[in-house]
């Protein structure tokens, strides 16, 4: 309901009626909602409303409105007073009584309302005049808590949001150093590897020092042997040598003969030893980590500060 004092006064407006240009005479809010026009005797000081003979008696009956202070018609406000808007006046409007503004509070449901709502639904749990409470709420304990249970929330949030952002730092921080952490086992599995690579590749070449070694001396054996055989053969030529050379020839060269065939022995061992194949094996923790292409390490979080290499190592371990 529009409370008369904020329209100006050649509007036509509740509250006032027009006996001539310039006079005005007030009549009752109630009963012009009817359509009816009554002179007001009495103005209710909670409800903002000038009120009949009729309604006065009808407000100070019910249990809402009882204990409102009513004006007599030589107390109540003139028409040029209810011009200045009071701040305890509520400017909404009550959802289920769009033209009646809300003017009520029930505590134990923490509803508004207007008169309208209030009166049928929440009579028994004597809801009061928000104008009438809305005043000393504001210098009560109430209203000091709420607004420090705000800013307690307030400050709660901005705390959380700076450990928030902190962690975040230290977030990063931890996983630049991790990368440090993988970049030097990085670097260590390939120095490590590399020295590998020399160690074997000594062994290597000195595998093939000692074959080059073995297939020389051998091959000057096997030569040895080749000139002793056909300078044997020679002296057993019938062709060039009388029998009783050959004869005499026979019988000198038993001990070459024996000789020869001890050489020939030592040649099939070493023909024998060397002619087995040269392979690699890799160590087999290193064959089983990348056959099962098992992973690095595994990225952990925990509350607790830990050295990450020493972490990325328990892991590996487990």
């Not at 009817?34 to 909670?46: I, L, S, T, Y």
């Not at 009579?123 to 210098?139: A, E, Q, T, Y």
């Not at 959380?160 to 599995?189: H, P, W, Y």
């Amino acid at each position: 309901m529009e409370l008369a004092g904020r329209l100006h006064l050649d509007d036509e407006v509740p509250g006032r009626y027009k006996d001539s240009d310039e006079v005005f005479s007030l009549f009752c809010h109630p009963c012009n909602d009817e359509g009816d026009k009554h002179k007001a005797e009495g103005f209710c000081c909670q409800c903002h409303q000038f009120l009949c003979k009729t309604c006065i008696k009808f407000h100070r009956r019910n249990k809402m409105t009882k204990e409102h202070e009513i004006l007599d018609e030589h107390n109540m406000p003139s028409s040029k007073e209810m011009l200045v808007e009071t701040d305890t006046e509520c400017n909404k409007f009550c959802n289920d009584h769009p033209t009646e503004r809300i003017k009520y509070y029930c505590a134990v449901h923490n509803e508004f309302g207007c008169g309208d709502c209030m009166i049928p639904r929440h009579c028994s749990c004597k809801p009061r005049n928000i104008g009438k409470i809305s005043n000393d709420f504001l210098k009560g304990q109430e209203y000091k808590d709420l607004q420090q249970e705000i800013k307690n929330i307030n400050l709660h949030c901005s705390d959380m949001g700076k450990r928030l952002t902190k962690s975040i730092q230290i977030a990063e921080e931890d996983i630049e150093e991790a990368m440090k952490c993988v970049e030097k086992l990085k670097a260590e599995l390939v120095s490590h590897l590399e020295a590998e690579k020399q160690r074997l590749k000594s062994e290597f070449e000195s595998l093939k020092s000692e074959y080059r070694s073995a297939v020389e001396e051998t091959s000057k054996q096997v030569h040895d042997v080749n000139i002793l055989s056909l300078d044997m053969m020679d002296k057993l030529d019938s062709d060039k040598h009388s029998p009783y050379q050959i004869f005499m020839a026979s019988k000198q060269m038993k001990g070459e003969i024996s000789k020869t065939k001890l050489i020939k022995d030592n040649i099939a061992v070493v023909v024998k030893q060397y002619q087995i194949g040269i392979a690699f094996h890799p160590n087999c923790i290193f064959d089983d980590f990348t056959s099962s292409k098992q992973s690095l390490g595994n990225v952990v979080q925990s509350k607790k500060v830990v050295n990450p290499k020493k972490a990325l190592h328990w892991v590996n371990a487990t």
